[in-house]
């Protein structure tokens, strides 16, 4: 601080304000690094500029008064310069400056002594209105805290009785059952739902304890769950639980119990929530058993029954754990009986028969009493029967000795099936097909095993229905086998698996190769090369045998016409193709045959189509019309393996074929000397008769030079076998062997 000074001359207003600006200036400065506020010093100091006019004015003041000089302290705290450190700087501030700048701002001028004296009561009135205004505002702020304290105290109260009275609302209006138990499980309070859920009145739930309405079913870890739960092992658990009502009816439950602790933690209460899903479980149950059971005859299901085969094969099911102690694998232990099963898998004979001629009504009410009957046979423990869709139906039974009671119960089945089933009138008596599959339990999956069923069933259709059959794994590798290729037929056509070998048409009179036959085969890429007769029924079945009969036809033409032009001798080489049934009944046989021969450039009399004796017996006019044509053109039409369809010989006038293959069966026995003279009378006969219409006489599986020099003797006209050649690539046909193959 700088010494205080004498007072100034007088000022002019304009001087004396500016003096009082910079008197606030040096105020705000020395108190505003001590002032607890949020005030800038720019602030602050606009602030004090009035109480230094105050000041100012009152240094002045005639007569002299310096009471009002504690409104300047009062002021102080109202700025918020509370701290004891800023009313000792303000205090040096006005001793030093205020009568260096004020003093000469009355109209009469102060002497030095007189501004010092008045300077000092103004500071002592400044210090006694600080702490005046330090003092109210202590107080003011204790009454403030004391009547905050009062309404704090107020709303904790409200609060309190709001929570309590929501609470008790909630607990009284809640869906769901609300309980509190001593630690001993005696209820001491309970909910209105609650009281309904166990037979609404409070008496029979208040004071009981919970284990008296302790389920059956209710599971042993449960219990567990209720001592960690006093012990404060833990504080809450969640599960389904099972109660008895007093009435003895069960009432189900999803239970959440907690525990409720007292203020120094110690397990004092647990409080129980229970919802009751009783009803939702009868509904899961009516849900489960709908999804189980057939809608229409009220079987199991196929669900359920893959449910029960899956527990039989894992030697789980009913009737394999009597007496036989098993591991929590479900695994029988060593020395226990062992667990089998017994699989019927049953078909109903001409079924879509009924339904197409008397309608799905019909078939409906035929299928419940064939349903009926074989719940019937059925009963015995471990024992069901399920439908698994349309009129296909399944009997399981499992046990230790399910290789008798597989086929007893089997021709239970067909027995109970035999009895005539009238329908609206109408009596039917039912045929069925079982397959049969029995084994010991854990060594085959539920598919192989409804594999192997199904197609056991369907070798009993086969083999004229209304019986069973056992499984047989050799049998079912085949028919997998069967299916695979089937399966595989459509590609292996677009990969161009398939190839064509060419067996020698040797002239019996010459010896020289007239033509060849063209003989698909499939390079499989698993099975190796396979001969048509492992594939040509399933193409026939499946109907590829259509475009592959045609891709045959076009390599085998193809094949002729580049034979025709590297070929030396004089005379055409016959091609002779063969045609399947499902080719012959072909809308588009003709067309595509002219197509193939103009496109390749062959004549028609270069090819020879082969048609199997037993696709023509009983042929009409419309069959034989696509033949006729063929012939009509230049084609030779081959009877191929005739005397094998027992077809009246008649029927050769009506026919358009110019060639007869006789089968090998009627020249087997002249491959050794002697020769049986009763086969060279049939042959001969034949070739007699061929030639008498004016047909070729084409003689198959010639095998030795014995029976190739008999046939030439009987006026055979062409031969093939392998005495003359086996089926081989183009390039080695006119290679002949002339050596006996047996």
Same mark, same amino acid.
């Given at each position: 601080m700088a010494p205080s000074q004498a007072t100034g001359p007088t000022a002019d207003p304009d001087d004396l304000e500016d003096?009082?600006?910079?008197?606030?200036?040096? =105020?705000?400065?020395?108190?505003?690094?001590?002032?607890? %506020?949020?005030? %800038?010093?720019?602030?602050v100091e606009e602030h004090l500029l009035p109480l230094a006019r105050s000041l100012c004015a009152l240094l002045h003041a005639r007569?002299?008064?310096?009471?009002?000089?504690?409104?300047?302290?009062?002021?102080l705290v109202d700025a918020h310069c509370t701290d004891p450190d800023a009313l000792v700087r303000t205090l040096g501030v006005i001793d030093a400056y205020l009568v260096l700048y004020c003093g000469g701002a009355g109209e009469e001028e102060l002497t030095v002594e007189d501004g010092r004296t008045r300077c000092t009561r103004l500071q002592h009135a400044v210090a006694a209105g600080f702490a005046a205004g330090l003092r109210d505002r202590t107080l003011s702020e204790q009454e403030a805290v004391a009547r905050s304290a009062l309404m704090a105290r107020s709303d904790a109260v409200h609060a309190l009785h709001a929570t309590e009275t929501r609470l008790r609302a909630v607990f009284e209006g809640?869906?769901?059952?609300i309980g509190v138990a001593e630690l001993d499980g005696t209820v001491v309070e309970v909910n209105e739902t609650l009281t309904r859920m166990f037979g609404g009145l409070e008496h029979h739930v208040r004071g009981k304890k919970i284990t008296e309405w302790t389920h059956p079913e209710d599971r042993p870890h449960v219990a567990q769950l209720y001592r960690e739960l006093k012990r404060g092992e833990r504080e809450h658990f969640r599960v389904e639980k099972p109660f008895f009502r007093d009435d003895g009816t069960a009432l189900w439950t999803n239970l959440t119990m907690s525990l409720l602790r007292d203020p120094e933690g110690r397990p004092q209460y647990l409080l129980a929530l229970l919802e009751d899903t009783t009803e939702r479980r009868l509904l899961n149950l009516r849900l489960r058993y709908e999804a189980t059971h057939d809608a229409l005859t009220g079987l199991p299901n196929r669900t359920l029954f893959f449910e029960r085969l899956e527990k039989a094969l894992a030697g789980t099911g009913p009737g394999n754990g009597?007496?036989?102690?098993? %591991?929590?694998?479900?695994?029988p232990q060593a020395g226990a009986a062992e667990a089998r099963f017994g699989l019927c898998y049953l078909d109903l004979d001409g079924f879509k028969a009924i339904n197409d001629s008397l309608g799905h009504a019909t078939g409906d009410r035929l299928l419940v009493e064939v349903a009926d009957r074989l719940q019937s046979c059925a009963t015995a423990p471990g024992e069901m029967v399920a439908r698994l869709g349309g009129d296909e139906f399944v009997a399981l039974t499992t046990g230790p000795d399910t290789e008798f009671e597989v086929g007893e119960l089997a021709s239970r089945i067909l027995g109970a099936l035999g009895t005539p089933i009238t329908v609206d009138g109408r009596e039917f008596t039912v045929r069925g097909s079982i397959g049969i599959v029995e084994g010991p339990a854990g060594e085959r999956t539920t598919a192989e095993v409804l594999r192997s069923a199904d197609i056991t069933m369907y070798r009993a259709k086969a083999r004229g229905g209304n019986r069973f059959e056992l499984a047989d794994p050799e049998l079912d590798e085949r028919a997998i086998t069967r299916h695979g290729l089937t399966t595989a037929l459509p590609a292996a056509l677009e990969r161009g698996e398939f190839f064509i070998e060419?067996?020698?048409?040797v002239h019996m009179g010459d010896g020289r190769v007239h033509g060849a036959e063209a003989l698909v085969r =499939?390079?499989?890429?698993?099975?190796?090369?396979?001969g048509p007769d492992q594939f040509i029924p399933l193409a026939e079945h499946t109907g590829l045998i259509v475009p592959l009969g045609r891709w045959v036809l076009q390599e085998a033409v193809r094949q002729a016409c580049d034979w025709q032009q590297h070929r030396t001798e004089s005379g055409p080489l016959r091609i002779n193709v063969?045609?399947?049934?499902?080719?012959l009944?072909?809308?588009?046989l003709v067309k595509d045959t002219v197509a193939v021969l103009e496109r390749a450039g062959l004549e028609p009399g270069a090819l020879c189509l082969e048609v199997t004796e037993s696709a023509l017996i009983g042929a009409d006019e419309g069959l034989l019309q696509p033949l006729r044509q063929l012939a009509a053109l230049g084609v030779d039409i081959a009877l191929d393996d005739f005397g094998t369809g027992y077809s009246n010989l008649a029927n050769l006038r009506r026919l358009p074929v110019s060639v007869l293959k006789l089968d090998r069966s009627f020249t087997k026995g002249m491959q050794q000397a002697p020769v049986d003279p009763v086969d060279l009378k049939i042959v001969e006969g034949i070739v007699s008769l061929a030639h008498s219409l004016e047909l070729a006489v084409t003689v198959e599986g010639v095998e030795t030079g014995v029976q190739a020099d008999r046939l030439r003797e009987l006026g055979c006209d062409t031969a093939q076998g392998w005495y003359y050649a086996r089926p081989g690539p183009p390039d080695q046909l006119h290679t002949l062997s002339l050596a006996d193959a047996i």
């Amino acid at each position: 601080m700088a010494p205080s000074q004498a007072t100034g001359p007088t000022a002019d207003p304009d001087d004396l304000e500016d003096r009082l600006r910079r008197f606030a200036t040096i =105020w705000s400065r020395a108190v505003f690094p001590v002032t607890a %506020t949020s005030l %800038t010093r720019g602030e602050v100091e606009e602030h004090l500029l009035p109480l230094a006019r105050s000041l100012c004015a009152l240094l002045h003041a005639r007569p002299f008064d310096p009471a009002p000089a504690q409104r300047v302290g009062a002021g102080l705290v109202d700025a918020h310069c509370t701290d004891p450190d800023a009313l000792v700087r303000t205090l040096g501030v006005i001793d030093a400056y205020l009568v260096l700048y004020c003093g000469g701002a009355g109209e009469e001028e102060l002497t030095v002594e007189d501004g010092r004296t008045r300077c000092t009561r103004l500071q002592h009135a400044v210090a006694a209105g600080f702490a005046a205004g330090l003092r109210d505002r202590t107080l003011s702020e204790q009454e403030a805290v004391a009547r905050s304290a009062l309404m704090a105290r107020s709303d904790a109260v409200h609060a309190l009785h709001a929570t309590e009275t929501r609470l008790r609302a909630v607990f009284e209006g809640a869906a769901i059952g609300i309980g509190v138990a001593e630690l001993d499980g005696t209820v001491v309070e309970v909910n209105e739902t609650l009281t309904r859920m166990f037979g609404g009145l409070e008496h029979h739930v208040r004071g009981k304890k919970i284990t008296e309405w302790t389920h059956p079913e209710d599971r042993p870890h449960v219990a567990q769950l209720y001592r960690e739960l006093k012990r404060g092992e833990r504080e809450h658990f969640r599960v389904e639980k099972p109660f008895f009502r007093d009435d003895g009816t069960a009432l189900w439950t999803n239970l959440t119990m907690s525990l409720l602790r007292d203020p120094e933690g110690r397990p004092q209460y647990l409080l129980a929530l229970l919802e009751d899903t009783t009803e939702r479980r009868l509904l899961n149950l009516r849900l489960r058993y709908e999804a189980t059971h057939d809608a229409l005859t009220g079987l199991p299901n196929r669900t359920l029954f893959f449910e029960r085969l899956e527990k039989a094969l894992a030697g789980t099911g009913p009737g394999n754990g009597s007496g036989a102690p098993q %591991t929590g694998s479900g695994v029988p232990q060593a020395g226990a009986a062992e667990a089998r099963f017994g699989l019927c898998y049953l078909d109903l004979d001409g079924f879509k028969a009924i339904n197409d001629s008397l309608g799905h009504a019909t078939g409906d009410r035929l299928l419940v009493e064939v349903a009926d009957r074989l719940q019937s046979c059925a009963t015995a423990p471990g024992e069901m029967v399920a439908r698994l869709g349309g009129d296909e139906f399944v009997a399981l039974t499992t046990g230790p000795d399910t290789e008798f009671e597989v086929g007893e119960l089997a021709s239970r089945i067909l027995g109970a099936l035999g009895t005539p089933i009238t329908v609206d009138g109408r009596e039917f008596t039912v045929r069925g097909s079982i397959g049969i599959v029995e084994g010991p339990a854990g060594e085959r999956t539920t598919a192989e095993v409804l594999r192997s069923a199904d197609i056991t069933m369907y070798r009993a259709k086969a083999r004229g229905g209304n019986r069973f059959e056992l499984a047989d794994p050799e049998l079912d590798e085949r028919a997998i086998t069967r299916h695979g290729l089937t399966t595989a037929l459509p590609a292996a056509l677009e990969r161009g698996e398939f190839f064509i070998e060419y067996q020698p048409l040797v002239h019996m009179g010459d010896g020289r190769v007239h033509g060849a036959e063209a003989l698909v085969r =499939w390079s499989h890429p698993q099975h190796g090369v396979l001969g048509p007769d492992q594939f040509i029924p399933l193409a026939e079945h499946t109907g590829l045998i259509v475009p592959l009969g045609r891709w045959v036809l076009q390599e085998a033409v193809r094949q002729a016409c580049d034979w025709q032009q590297h070929r030396t001798e004089s005379g055409p080489l016959r091609i002779n193709v063969n045609l399947s049934p499902a080719q012959l009944q072909h809308p588009g046989l003709v067309k595509d045959t002219v197509a193939v021969l103009e496109r390749a450039g062959l004549e028609p009399g270069a090819l020879c189509l082969e048609v199997t004796e037993s696709a023509l017996i009983g042929a009409d006019e419309g069959l034989l019309q696509p033949l006729r044509q063929l012939a009509a053109l230049g084609v030779d039409i081959a009877l191929d393996d005739f005397g094998t369809g027992y077809s009246n010989l008649a029927n050769l006038r009506r026919l358009p074929v110019s060639v007869l293959k006789l089968d090998r069966s009627f020249t087997k026995g002249m491959q050794q000397a002697p020769v049986d003279p009763v086969d060279l009378k049939i042959v001969e006969g034949i070739v007699s008769l061929a030639h008498s219409l004016e047909l070729a006489v084409t003689v198959e599986g010639v095998e030795t030079g014995v029976q190739a020099d008999r046939l030439r003797e009987l006026g055979c006209d062409t031969a093939q076998g392998w005495y003359y050649a086996r089926p081989g690539p183009p390039d080695q046909l006119h290679t002949l062997s002339l050596a006996d193959a047996i």
